[in-house]
């Protein structure tokens, strides 16, 4: 499926696409990916099949889109990847907790629960959610935590190992019971931030970037 891991990614400013990918957006959460055409799209969202061909050559695309647009707007996020300043620790806690209120947020589990319920029988939209999403993520932060490591901050040698390992510290309780329909607050956000922060800094941390001390329990 080339038009899966390939989506567009121009920017168009067409107010027919944008009809075409909030119909969709609102069909596929309601109605799995299965169940719904591009005919189905057309309808709803106004436009002929000729148009909605013009602008996404197949479904898989269009759902491929649709995740690539959410993923882009999370990483577009200027203050996302801190690139100054001297508070490593503090660096870490802010791109985890922005990162946890992305995947937290309804847009993002409900494509994430759409996928995970359809990806059995169309294995592209598996890919389309892990090339977009985690995979563009994690290069994303590796190359920050090269950054970092050359700044003296922190110290991993292989940034993308350190990438997986802290987004694995970020996916714990508060993610796991929201993708599970259990809401997660502001506070439980936090502290699933700032434990993540500073457990990675006890493994890449340098001597001077350690954060601070772990709290007795």
Known sequence: MSD????????????????ILD?????????????????????????????????????????A???DEACHANLADDALFPADGDDIHAALRAIGERTLKFLLSPRTL?????????????????????????LRFRAALADWIAGQSANGRLCAPDPELAAEHLMGLLRTGPYVRATVGIAAN???IAAAAEAAAATFLRAFGTRDHTGPAAPDR
């Open 4 to 19: 899966v891991l390939s989506p567009t990614l121009a920017i168009d400013a067409s107010p027919k696409r944008r009809q």
């Open 23 to 63: 119909a969709a957006n609102e069909m596929f959460v309601a109605n799995g990916y299965g169940a719904v055409s591009m005919d189905a799209v057309a309808r709803a969202a106004c436009v002929s099949k000729a148009t909605l061909y013009a602008h996404f050559g197949s479904k898989d695309a269009l759902f």
């Open 65 to 67: 889109t649709i995740i």
């Open 110 to 134: 409900a494509i994430y629960r759409v996928v995970v319920a359809e990806s059995p029988r169309f294995p592209e939209l598996g890919r389309a959610l892990y090339d977009n999403g985690p």
């Open 186 to 188: 502001e506070a439980e």
